[in-house]
């Protein structure tokens, strides 16, 4: 049983002043593995006041000895990306080669902030007058469970390469993750009060970094509900908001795709993660003409999923988080057979073998686009098969949607998969891959979000163009 007791304000572990205490889980097995201390209202405010006062000093350093900072981070995360596995296997249920992904990425993400601040020019010309990009503040950044060491090292290295300070608020779900990321940042000996890590409610902690005044900026990774609150609460004081939410992303199989190839990136689109993420590919929009014929394919790939251990090298999918995260997946299966969704494969409780842990079936559905399955977004490893008559319906489907995250289009003719995605409204659209370009802008249009992360564009939301005429 691990007991988190500590969080972390202007450069020392503390004792919180909430007393509040949250359960931790190991999802595959349901057991309780230990428990955190939350923050309350007060330690945030004290953790705003000393990225308040550090922000004076960090944000006059300049780019040498910044990066010389953020290669003290990427030395110590990356230290400890076994410690980092191990907790995100045990308290996520991550399979053991997501896992791996996500105990490698919050260095890597460390070091293309890094790759980004080298290349990045605070000063420009504008005619006569000088531009200065300039740090925009003390920053509020909240991070959600689903890769949570990932997200609190991309969110903060981004904004001290810009020259903010600031206060993190992490899932209270991920605390042991969170444990190992704020004993590295505090090893990489970052000048105290640049970082300040309080884990607690999003109701609580989150909610006075909403409206705190000297928080300038926030950046936010979750649900659009939330999201929505953010931008309404930090409007009182015209906060700069990067929100990067939820989506029902389109995989649009053209006419013309190979179903050996198709079929693999489009289930890969669909269950990353466990299906536990923003980007999953979860409308998978198929031509009307051959759609016996994937019907039959995907059923028969998803029957080769496995689910269970985690840290079963053969496992595919993990469980869900949480029992209420499992309960709202199985909500979810239920409404789409009360719609009239054909079930293709799949459906409510357990897989076979997994008498314990929060593990949902692999799920398909035949449906179209009108049904709630198709349209909200529900977080899981269930996907809904839409088919098409012709490519303009298919386009009409894929952005018909209150979402733009990401879509994944396939094709045996590449140039027409990239005049396909022209097409799609989403911040990203993928190409017969499922690679990631962490160089490239990572954001959504519509209800996915605001603003983007990653590379120059993401430095950019911590920066204001400030104009300097001399006469």
Request: with cysteine; hydrophobic share 45%.
């Amino acid at each position: 049983m691990q007991q988190i007791d500590t969080i972390y304000i202007n450069g020392e572990f503390v004792t919180p002043h909430g007393e509040a205490r949250f359960a931790l889980h190991n999802p595959a097995t349901e057991a309780v593995i230990g428990s955190v201390r939350l923050a309350d209202e007060q330690d945030a405010e004290r953790a705003i006041a000393a990225a308040k006062a550090a922000f004076v000093g960090w944000s006059q350093t300049g780019k040498r000895e910044r990066i010389a900072v953020l290669k003290r981070m990427h030395k110590a995360v990356a230290a400890r990306e076994d410690a980092l596995m191990e907790a995100i296997v045990t308290e996520y249920g991550a399979p053991r080669v997501r896992g791996r992904w996500m105990a490698q990425y919050p260095a890597e993400v460390i070091a293309q902030a890094i790759e980004a601040l080298e290349a990045f020019d605070f000063v420009e010309q504008a005619g006569s007058a000088q531009v200065i990009m300039t740090p925009v503040g003390v920053a509020g950044l909240i991070t959600p469970w689903n890769s949570d060491a990932g997200f609190i090292c991309n969110k903060l290295a981004t904004a001290m390469a810009a020259g903010c300070t600031a206060v993190i608020k992490p899932s209270e779900m991920s605390a042991m993750q969170t444990q190992i990321i704020t004993e590295a940042l505090h090893e990489a000996q970052i000048p105290a009060g640049v970082f300040n890590i309080v884990t607690g409610r999003g109701d609580v902690v989150g909610d006075v970094i909403n409206h705190h005044p000297d928080i300038a900026k926030i950046s936010f990774t979750g649900s659009t509900a939330v999201g929505k609150h953010i931008v309404q609460s930090g409007a009182q004081t015209l906060k700069r908001v990067t929100l990067e939410l939820g989506g029902k992303s389109p995989t649009l199989i053209l006419d013309d795709a190979d179903v050996a190839q198709a079929v693999p990136l489009a289930l890969g689109a669909g269950f990353m993660n466990s299906g536990q993420a923003c980007v999953a590919g979860t409308r998978i929009l198929v031509p009307r003409r051959r759609q016996a014929e994937f019907e039959q394919a995907i059923a028969a790939a998803v029957g080769n999923v496995k689910s269970g251990d985690p840290r079963d090298a053969q496992t595919d999918l993990g469980p869900m988080v949480s029992q209420k995260q499992w309960q709202r997946v199985q909500d979810y299966i239920r409404l789409g057979l009360q719609e009239g969704a054909r079930l293709l494969t799949g459906g409510e409780g357990r897989p076979a073998g997994c008498e314990q842990g929060w593990f949902v079936k692999p799920t398909v559905f035949v449906g179209d686009n009108r049904m709630r399955i198709a349209r909200e977004e529900i977080f899981g490893p269930v996907l809904v098969i839409i088919p098409y008559d012709d490519d303009a319906q298919a386009i009409a489907i894929a952005n018909d949607t209150a979402y733009g995250l990401s879509a994944l289009v396939l094709s045996g003719d590449r140039e027409r998969g990239v005049r396909m995605a022209a097409k799609i409204e989403s911040g990203r659209v993928l190409v017969n891959t499922l690679a990631h370009e962490p160089k490239a802008p990572f954001g959504g249009f519509k209800q996915s979000g605001l603003g983007r992360e990653m590379g120059k564009w993401g430095m950019l939301a911590y920066l204001e163009p400030k104009t300097v005429l001399v006469g």
